[in-house]
């Protein structure tokens, strides 16, 4: 693309992209040489139809932590913080969620076991 464009002349942004469309569909449109069809037929074919609408929610990056506290004792750490838990599955495995919302989340085999403001102070 960059050998066609290089003896235009364009001053603007909005022509340089339009220009650059109309050579995108050129090149889209061009048959193959070896197979049947163009690249938009294989779109139109293979990948338009496995098109899938976009989540609701936006992904959000999350760092889980497995392990289990000390018996006797009901604090898991992440963040740099100490977490209280139920005093009942304090000792058990679970797995705590630290992402960029506000809250540091724990879980106890698919069950909710805590979930609390992060503090973003250091200790």
């Not at 049947?36 to 999350?62: C, T, W």
């Not at 913080?81 to 058990?92: I, R």
């Not at 969620?97 to 909710?112: E, G, L, V």
Request: aromatic share 8%.
């Amino acid at each position: 693309m960059l050998p066609r464009l290089r003896k235009a002349s364009v001053f603007s942004l909005a022509e340089l992209n339009e220009a650059i469309l109309k050579l995108v569909h050129k090149l889209n449109e061009r048959p193959f040489r070896k197979l049947a069809g163009s690249r938009a037929e294989q779109y139109r074919m293979i990948d338009r139809p496995a098109l899938q609408p976009l989540p609701l929610e936006s992904f959000v990056y999350a760092e889980w932590k497995t392990g289990a506290c000390e018996p006797g004792l009901s604090h898991r750490a992440g963040g740099g913080h100490y977490y209280s838990l139920p005093y009942q599955t304090g000792w058990q495995g679970g797995q705590g969620r630290n992402a960029r919302d506000p809250r540091w989340r724990s879980s106890i085999k698919a069950s909710a076991g805590a979930s609390h403001l992060r503090s973003r102070k250091p200790h």
